[in-house]
């Protein structure tokens, strides 16, 4: 719980109306909410069903959005907090600059990292064809993840949103930027090299629209093998399986706006450059 939201919580406990606590508990818990914060409403949602006990008005709200948040009841309330989530995840204007300057910083650093190695003088291994691919997108990737976290964090402070920035969550949001963007990559390979083997065997390697349902695919793959990561390792809540889903489509939607955006802030030359490398390479 952050310094603003500790201090609404301690304000809440100083009132002496026990009714008016319970509905001010109730309306705190579903601010959290709305704001993506889903351990804590869950706390204080469950807080509320052994407290409330005399109130049950409060305990019927309580017990319903609890349901929503972690996949269980009536199908009304959990159909609007998945798409609510959808639509604010997918919006969300610090998760979309920073998978950008994410997305930016991947590429700049593997492309400087790339003309480094291909400008070498002695052409073996780690300077040609795979493994000087492979070691500029691991310096790319090195850059890549700390990124994200940090112009996230950046963007959302310029919003003037709270953020915790103690050495603990900071990391832990790190470890989760390396746990989903590497599984991306992992993912994004493996349908890159699925579709160049049926393209090749096909003669479909033109095909823009088998092409693109690769990429999504494994992007969105790339995506769960991540939220399952962070989940495996406790960096993440578990969740219900619709809320997984629901939470990497949004992350997919976020991904393929922010690169179209960095694709079109890149300009030809630096496409032209990219291009003329990996055939150098």
Do not use: C
């Not at 969550?169 to 390979?189: E, P, Q």
Request: aromatic share 8%.
């Amino acid at each position: 719980m952050g310094p603003a939201a500790r201090a609404e919580w301690e304000s809440i406990h100083r009132g002496t109306n026990p009714e008016l606590y319970f509905e001010e508990v109730l309306a705190f818990a579903a601010r959290q909410e709305s704001e993506q914060r889903l351990e804590l409403a869950a706390e204080v949602y469950a807080q509320l069903l052994r407290e409330a006990g005399d109130y049950p008005a409060v305990l019927r709200r309580a017990r319903e959005r609890l349901d929503a948040v972690e996949g269980r009841g009536n199908w009304a309330p959990r159909a609007e907090f998945l798409l609510r989530r959808l639509a604010q995840e997918s919006s969300e204007p610090t998760a979309l600059f920073a998978m950008g300057a994410a997305g930016a910083a991947f590429r700049v650093t593997r492309l400087a990292a790339l003309s480094r190695l291909s400008a070498a003088p002695t052409a073996n291994f780690l300077t040609r064809g795979f493994g000087a691919r492979a070691i500029s997108g691991l310096a790319g990737f090195a850059v890549e993840a700390p990124t994200f976290t940090l112009a996230g964090r950046l963007a959302g402070t310029a919003l003037g949103r709270e953020q915790d920035w103690s050495l603990r969550v900071l990391g832990r949001d790190l470890a989760s930027s390396f746990l989903v963007l590497g599984g991306l990559k992992l993912a994004g390979w493996g349908a890159g090299a699925a579709y160049r083997g049926v393209s090749g065997t096909a003669g479909t390697r033109s095909f823009q629209p088998l092409r693109a349902l690769f990429q999504q695919s494994g992007m969105f793959a790339g995506i769960l093998l991540g939220h399952g990561m962070e989940a495996w390792t406790g960096l993440r809540r578990p969740v219900d399986g619709a809320t997984t889903l629901v939470d990497s489509l949004a992350m997919l939607l976020q991904f393929n706006v922010a690169g179209r955006l960095v694709h079109a802030a890149s300009g030809p030359r630096l496409r032209a450059w990219e291009s003329g490398l990996q055939i150098q390479t």
